[in-house]
């Protein structure tokens, strides 16, 4: 009581620290907060504004882009009106500016990454990726300087996605050789995506291959009628690039595998997307035998190889020139999808229910080296596949015996689906593998058939 007495002050403090401490046990207020929820740092995502006919009010979208922690885009989009633009947007230059106006404009990025250059060029770190941004006009003027920088810049601290954003590329090959040795994933430009097609996974509906050197093009631009965006997001797995509405729906996307280590690939692809393929109407002539032993209804798989007859359009030795040649993505349909995404129109909607296609591809690795075989098939409605004779894939249709007359399952195009079948290494030999494939439809007049492949794998 003397204590109390005397110190009546601190009395009073202690009891009020008391009686909230006691209030925070009772009413369980979570003890764990921003660090408990800390962002993943493997994880990036940023937003990219192309060039469109219709005028973007930038900031506007900005304000409503969930996720994305920044923006990218040619300076020119960038409506200034008198203020400071947004911290979280890197401008692209494009010479709209002079550089002395472009520094003044945009006073946070770095300055001189490269010697002469100001902040026209300079490099973002961020998360998994590393981004440069270039000026594609002083290059296209003869000027090395930045691809020497670029090369070296990337070549240290690797991440395992490259970026470069350039209003325009060069059309020197120069700058091809400089972005495939510094190992980017995306070019990204005012108009365009160029990809590098070795980290394909999934490709956009207009998607070009091998537009320069070993980048596709993707042209969301032409291909879009209405206001977008592109959001970039990935991890160390993945990077995907996808454009987006006002709304936030997704109109289209493309999607990279992982670069693996110091930004190779982690997947070898033995047969590419758009690929050349034979290809035949499914019909009783061309025949497809059934192995000995065979359960009809598919309940009781044969647990044994067997080998299928040379004159059995799934063999290896099938003899299939006769066939017509045609690159993937083949077949037809009634939207917008089949001008853009489709490359060999199936002709003759005459009431097949499938279509064939056989491929070879060359295995220089052996088999024992490989630890994982993954395709990506785009497909509507379903499919079988078969290597070297074996099946090792099917979706959208039934098990069991399926033939020239059988329906699939109604189904939406599926754009790239990916799975391991590594179960399936076994089937690979070194040299010369055949991919033989069915596609079938869920009725023998349905408005829509779809077919594209890839096939890849992993080495130990």
């Known amino acids: 009581m003397i204590f109390f007495k005397r110190y009546k002050m601190l009395a009073a403090v202690l009891l009020v620290f008391l009686f909230l401490a006691s209030s925070l046990l009772w009413s369980e207020v979570p003890m764990q907060t921003y660090q408990a929820a800390a962002r993943d740092e493997s994880r990036f995502a940023f937003c990219l504004f192309p060039e469109q006919a219709e005028k973007l009010e930038i900031r506007a979208w900005m304000s409503d882009v969930p996720g994305a922690d920044f923006c990218a885009g040619p300076d020119r989009l960038f409506q200034k009106g008198g203020q400071a633009p947004l911290s979280s947007f890197y401008p692209i230059y494009d010479g709209a500016s002079s550089q002395e106006e472009f520094a003044a404009s945009y006073p946070y990025l770095p300055s001189d990454a490269l010697a002469g250059y100001g902040k026209t060029v300079y490099p973002v770190e961020y998360g998994k990726?590393?981004?440069f941004f270039l000026d594609g006009a002083r290059m296209e003027a003869g000027d090395p300087a930045q691809l020497d920088w670029l090369k070296r810049a990337a070549a240290e601290n690797r991440q395992p996605h490259t970026v470069v954003l350039v209003d325009e590329v060069p059309s020197s090959d120069l700058f091809w050789q400089a972005v495939e040795e510094a190992q980017a994933s995306l070019v990204l430009t005012a108009r365009e995506v160029y990809a590098y097609e070795p980290f394909l996974a999934q490709t956009a509906a207009s998607y070009e291959g091998a537009a320069r050197g070993r980048y596709g093009r993707w042209r969301p631009t032409e291909q879009i009628s209405r206001p977008f965006l592109l959001?970039?997001?990935?991890?160390?797995?993945?990077?995907?690039?996808?454009?987006?509405?006002?709304?936030?729906?997704?109109?289209?996307?493309?999607?990279?595998?992982?670069?693996?280590?110091?930004?190779?690939?982690?997947?070898?692809?033995?047969?590419?997307?758009?690929?050349?393929?034979?290809?035949?109407?499914?019909?009783?002539?061309?025949?497809?035998?059934?192995?000995?032993?065979y359960d009809l209804t598919g309940e009781h798989p044969i647990l044994q190889p067997f080998a299928l007859p040379p004159d059995d359009w799934r063999h290896p030795l099938y003899e299939d020139g006769t066939w017509r040649v045609g690159r993937a993505p083949f077949g037809y349909r009634n939207d917008d999808l089949g001008t853009s995404w489709i490359r060999t129109d199936l002709e003759g909607r005459t009431g097949e229910a499938a279509y064939y296609f056989r491929t070879t591809f060359e295995l220089a690795d052996d088999p024992a080296v490989i630890r994982d075989l993954v395709l990506h098939v785009a497909f509507e409605d379903g499919y079988a596949a078969y290597l070297n004779g074996e099946e090792i894939a099917r979706d959208g249709i039934r098990t069991g015996w399926i033939d020239a007359y059988s329906l699939a399952e109604t189904n939406d195009l599926v754009l790239y689906q990916r799975s391991s079948i590594r179960d399936h290494i076994g089937k690979l030999v070194k040299g010369t593998n055949t991919l033989a494939v069915?596609?079938?439809?869920?009725?023998?007049?349905a408005p829509n058939l779809s077919f594209d492949l890839s096939l890849s794998y992993e080495k130990k």
Do not use: F, N
């Open 438 to 445: 069915e596609v079938h439809r869920s009725h023998p007049k």
């Open 129 to 131: 990726a590393r981004l």
């Open 231 to 293: 959001e970039l997001e990935g991890d160390a797995s993945t990077l995907e690039v996808q454009a987006k509405d006002r709304t936030g729906a997704t109109l289209d996307q493309l999607t990279l595998a992982v670069p693996q280590g110091q930004g190779q690939a982690a997947e070898t692809v033995a047969v590419g997307i758009q690929s050349l393929w034979r290809y035949h109407l499914a019909m009783p002539e061309i025949k497809a035998a059934v192995p000995e032993g």
